[in-house]
Structures are given as C-alpha cells and as structure tokens.
T-cell receptor, first 116, second 113 residues
Framework: EPEVTQTPSHQVTQMGQEVILHCVPI?????FYWYRQILGQKVEFLVS????????KSEIFDDQFSVERPDGSNFTLKIRSTKLEDSAMYFC??????????????FGSGTRLTVV | DQQVKQNSPSLSVQEGRISILNCDYT??????FLWYKKYPAEGPTFLIS?????DKNEDGRFTVFLNKSAKHLSLHIVPSQPGDSAVYFC????????????FGKGTHLIIQP
C-alpha cells in the first residue's frame, strides 16, 4: 500500500538553529500538508500546498516556517530559527484531490523534533 | 478555541462489546467530519468520514453518526477487538481540503480482554 515517508524519525537541534524536515508524499497525490502535535495536545494544521504554492496556512505558520517542493518527489518543511516551543511531532500528509471525499488523506509516521 | 472537542480522554471497553467515541463541534461551517486512529510512533490513519448532508455512514465494524442540530458526532465500533486499542481523533473540515482539518484532542480507547 502506498505510504507517505518522513525522515528523519527524530531530530534534535539547538535553539536558534535551522531544521529541515523531509517528506516523500504518495507519488500521484497533488495536495500536501504539514501538521504538528505538541506532546499531550491536539494535532494542529500548519499549511497546505498545491501546484507549487501554499494554498492555506494557519496562524502557527509564521515567517519562521517555509515549505518547498524542490523536485517531483520531496516536500520539505523548514524552520528557520527554532524555538523551544517548536518541539513537537511533525506530520506530513498528502491527498489526491482537494476534497475529503470518503478517504481523508494519508499521513506519514512523523518526525519528532526536539529543540534543546 | 476548541472548535472540535473530544471530552473523554480515555475509554475502556470489553472485547466484543460496542465502543462509542463522542465528538462535539462548534463551527457550523464544517462540511466533512472524519475519524482517525493513531498508534504510538505512527501517523494518524484514516478510518471513516461523513459529509454534513448525511447522518450515518457505515464501513464494516465502524459506523459514524452525525447529529447536526446537536453539533455532535459519534463513532461506533462493534464488536470491539484488541487491535482497536489506539487513540482516536475526530477531525472536521470545509468542503475544500486545502483548508486543513481541525482535530480534537483524541480519546484513548482501551479494549480489555
């Protein structure tokens, strides 16, 4: 079964450093998303991406965050200058169409980011 | 601003019985409601969804009920199996998937043998 692949599974970084989280969405999907889950809290929407540009973003997705699809397969999330409160599990997801229809979308296993 | 609320952080059900997970929402603009299941160290896995124009959707052991007037939905799992032990997230969104989903905090379902 096709899956969304995220690397690394765990990233530790020092406060103020830049991090890039990597995702390989399902190959024929067109819509891409990043979500995060701070420990003990709910899963939160960060950004959606379609046709090489951001479709929607939440209040969390400020100027410290950026996304890129540098080639035909990767979808990256960059945090320019990490803060302690950026520590969370970051989930990438992809979908074939922009409607939830009957199948929602497919999440990756997540990258646990720890900022020290 | 909890637009999607799951008020039970955990639920324990005996194997073979019915599990009922509840979810309330406040935003009447939501068009779709979805349930996701999550195991530790894995991403959420889509289970079942329902459009706001329906009141019930069934898929095998899973049935989702939507009561729009009460802004309430529930997920029924019957019969419950040990492999159903996981965290279940209720999520809601508009008609366009680009807007992103709003998730509840999750309910940890424990199926006891």
């Amino acid at each position: 079964e096709p899956e969304v692949t995220q690397t690394p599974s765990h990233q530790v970084t020092q406060m103020g450093q830049e991090v890039i989280l990597h995702c390989v969405p399902i190959s024929n999907h067109l819509y891409f998303y990043w979500y995060r889950q701070i420990l003990g809290q709910k899963v939160e929407f960060l950004v959606s991406f379609y046709n090489n540009e951001i479709s929607e973003k939440s209040e969390i997705f400020d100027d410290q965050f950026s996304v890129e699809r540098p080639d035909g397969s990767n979808f990256t999330l960059k945090i320019r200058s990490t803060k302690l409160e950026d520590s969370a599990m970051y989930f990438c997801a992809s979908a074939m169409v922009s409607s939830y229809s009957n199948y929602g979308y497919t999440f990756g296993s997540g990258t646990r980011l720890t900022v020290v | 601003d909890q637009q999607v609320k799951q008020n039970s952080p955990s639920l324990s059900v005996q194997e073979g019985r019915i599990s009922i997970l509840n979810c309330d929402y406040t935003n009447s603009m939501f068009d779709y409601f979805l349930w996701y299941k999550k195991y530790p160290a894995e991403g959420p896995t889509f289970l079942i969804s329902i459009s706001s124009i329906k009141d019930k959707n069934e898929d095998g052991r899973f049935t989702v009920f939507l009561n729009k007037s009460a802004k309430h939905l529930s997920l029924h799992i019957v019969p419950s199996q040990p492999g159903d032990s996981a965290v279940y997230f209720c999520a809601a969104g508009g008609a366009g998937g680009a807007d992103g989903l709003t998730f509840g905090k999750g309910t940890h379902l424990i199926i006891q043998p």
